[in-house]
């Protein structure tokens, strides 16, 4: 079975400047997440979808980043215009249901988008 | 909303020893707990984890405690082997908003 894609997997822009990420989550998998992971810490999620539908975006600095899962399926993650601060790894996951309070409802993880903003 | 703290923040281990690694949460109401295991250049990846009911769960050499009262849980991991190196994090999840929140991770090496 095909795991979380994401691409590209490393990426240096400048500061300003804007960047996009592309994630394909497991096939049949209805929820998908980006989570934001700054060395020496742990993942922080920036959005969550079920479907097409935004459940949770309370976390993403929506003055410049934003996401869109228009089919249901893949999902984009820009930031524009990027800040030093942005520097982190971007990870996708994905996972069948939208709730962790269903046992066996395990996150799936990609391998992630490395940013470095200079 | 939930806090999970994890200690220690680096852990060196002789091969075949045994590591464990702790972790505190804030939420008297979170009742699930994963913990990740993430390699060099990879995502996360789910290990093992526990929910509220049951105090304790084993999988071959790894198994998780939990202590609802303490607030705290931990992962031991008994005859460590090269291929456990990697940075581990725990996790906690409440019903009240249903998000899974990460530690700041565990570094482990096994020293050869």
């Known amino acids: 079975e095909a795991g979380v894609a994401q691409s590209p997997r490393y990426k240096i822009i400048e500061k300003r400047q804007s960047v996009a990420f592309w994630c394909n989550p497991i096939?049949?998998?209805?929820?998908l997440y980006w989570y934001q992971q700054i060395l020496g810490q742990g993942p922080k999620l920036l959005i969550q979808f079920q479907n097409n539908g935004v459940v949770d975006d309370s976390q993403l600095p929506k003055d410049r980043f934003s996401a869109e899962r228009l089919k249901g399926v893949d999902s984009t993650l820009k930031i524009q215009p990027a800040k030093l601060e942005d520097s982190a790894v971007y990870l996708c996951?994905?996972?069948?249901?939208?709730?962790?309070?269903?046992?066996?409802?395990?996150?799936?993880f990609g391998e992630g988008s490395w940013l470095t903003v200079v | 909303g939930e806090n999970v703290e994890q200690h220690p923040s680096t852990l060196s281990v002789q091969e075949g020893d045994s590591a464990v690694i702790k972790c505190t949460y804030s939420d008297s109401a979170s009742n699930y707990f994963p913990w990740y295991k993430q390699e060099l250049g990879k995502g996360p990846q789910l290990i093992i984890d526990i929910r509220s009911n049951v105090g304790e769960k084993k999988d071959q050499r790894i198994a998780v405690t939990l202590n609802k009262t303490a607030k705290h849980f931990s992962l031991h991991i008994t005859e460590t082997q090269p291929e456990d190196s990697a940075v581990y994090f725990c996790?906690?999840?409440?019903?009240?908003?249903?998000?899974?929140?990460f530690g700041k991770g565990t570094r482990l090496h096994i020293l050869p």
């Open positions: 996951a994905s996972s069948i249901l939208y709730s962790q309070k269903i046992s066996g409802n395990t996150i799936y």
């Open positions: 096939s049949g998998h209805a929820t």
């Open positions: 996790a906690a999840s409440s019903p009240r908003d249903d998000k899974i929140i």
